[in-house]
């Protein structure tokens, strides 16, 4: 490198010097990602901390972070000599703060972001261009306090490529649980529409299947691809360009084949539905969780607390794109194709009103937005739309940490901070418990261990 300091006019010699820079950064980059958790020990001092939503939270604690991960947690604020570690000892004085588990989105689509262009997007963007839209997503939704998010549906290869990417801790985003394509039936809502049939030919979906084997391989295959976890579309959708309707559009038949294949491959299994009909199927065919569940009624409630299955609401987009019919036709939506339009003008409250219906019977809810509808990075809005569906403050907190953990199958290592889960978690000014609007305004967001947003 003392070679390239001097001032060289030669071509030859400016190129080589180039040329040795480039090598340098190259070998740093692989050895040490961007974004790799810190060497030595964090301690951080927590004005109060809440580290398992629903217990009590307590004040002037000190999380010790090493390699990612949680190691200790003691009363008091520990000082920096207390603690030996050869690799250094950093103190984060969060002592002004309440600190709490990052929050976890279970239903979101980070490689999109619904609006007028959609359709001409699905055919002039690479699955390259693709992959950088949803870092730029993925990383607005992480500085949300997001340090976890399960993306249901997307085309193409680059959520996986984004989720590995985060892994190796080359870009900045939050951990990744992916479904990669859902699974749909031919001319269901999470096949392709709206295009003349040569495109609709080259947009073919991999997670196109009917009857129970070709639905049994269209799982096998998602899970080969490089998915975490099953979606499938066990109804009509409000955004698929099709004037089909919300109801039941696989058999049970098709359902139980899925979830069974699902089960058998060590993966979960989410459906997306709406009417009643369609729900009770899936729930029928041991789904684990149902996302939206928009028309889900007292008895359909009742399958949910037989099965022990989890509902992930959706409340926020319908809020974002206008929940009465005058706000919808205002809206970001307002020039949607007529096939859909009229599918959005029947939700209006119904989100709110279903989620205060489960919570008030005791269904299990677990937080989830589809983003994508709504915009990236606005998630922590819907913690807040559960508190005026009549969840506690607690609950709500809850359902984006530990519960939606364990509806994951991922609460051995997230949704509360103990000993030997990830050090993932936000700081805010003020108590959720006392104001849920305070998970909008975060001072501080780590993940694995490495500082994002520090105020
Ligand atoms: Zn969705």
Request: aromatic letters at 6%; charged letters at 20%.
């Amino acid at each position: 490198m003392k070679f390239c300091n001097f001032r060289v006019l030669a071509v030859f010699l400016l190129w080589n010097c180039t040329f040795a820079a480039t090598v340098a950064v190259a070998a740093d980059y692989f050895k040490t990602p961007e974004y790799a958790s810190p060497k030595g020990t964090t301690i951080i001092h927590a004005g109060s901390l809440l580290a398992v939503p629903g217990e009590h939270a307590k004040t002037s604690q000190s999380i010790i972070v090493k390699g990612g991960q949680v190691t200790a947690i003691h009363e008091g604020f520990v000082a920096a000599d207390a603690i030996s570690d050869a690799d250094g000892v950093t103190v984060l004085d969060l002592s002004k703060e309440f600190v709490m588990p990052g929050f976890i989105d279970l239903h979101v689509h980070l490689t999109g972001q619904a609006g007028a262009n959609r359709k001409v997007d699905a055919v002039t963007m690479t699955d390259a261009d693709t992959a950088y839209v949803a870092q730029m997503y993925a990383r607005r939704t992480l500085l949300a306090g997001f340090t976890t998010v399960r993306d249901l549906g997307s085309r193409g290869t680059a959520i996986f490529a984004l989720r590995d990417a985060v892994k190796a801790g080359r870009v900045a985003g939050p951990k990744i649980i992916a479904a990669g394509q859902a699974i749909t039936p031919t001319g269901g809502h999470g096949d392709i529409h709206g295009y003349r049939q040569e495109v609709l030919d080259v947009l073919a979906s991999t997670g196109v299947c009917d009857g129970a084997d070709d639905c049994r391989a269209a799982v096998r295959r998602q899970v080969k691809r490089g998915a975490d976890v099953i979606k499938v579309t066990a109804t009509g959708g409000v955004l698929s360009e099709t004037a089909t309707g919300t109801g039941q559009q696989f058999t049970d038949e098709e359902l139980r084949a899925i979830a069974d294949t699902a089960h058998a491959l060590g993966r979960k299994v989410t459906a997306h539905a709406h009417e009643a009909a369609g729900i009770e199927a899936a729930l029928r065919a041991g789904f684990d969780s149902i996302e939206h569940s928009m028309w889900a009624d007292k008895d359909t409630m009742k399958l949910f607390l037989k099965s022990d299955a989890w509902i992930i609401p959706t409340v926020y987009p319908i809020t974002a794109v206008g929940d009465t019919p005058e706000k919808m036709k205002k809206g970001p939506f307002k020039d949607m194709p007529p096939p859909i339009m009229a599918k959005l003008l029947r939700l209006q409250s119904q989100p709110k009103i279903m989620t205060r219906l489960a919570h008030s019977m005791g269904v299990k809810i677990a937080l989830g937005t589809d983003s994508g509808v709504s915009p990236h990075g606005e998630n922590a809005n819907e913690f807040v739309e559960y508190v005026n569906a009549g969840m506690t403050e607690m609950e709500s907190l809850m359902a984006g940490t530990i519960n939606a953990a364990i509806a994951a199958g991922y609460a051995e290592k997230i949704g509360s901070l103990e000993v030997g889960k990830a050090a993932d978690m936000v700081a805010m000014a003020k108590s959720p418990l006392d104001d849920i609007s305070a998970v909008l305004r975060l001072n501080f967001i780590m993940r694995d261990g490495v500082i994002f947003k520090h105020e």
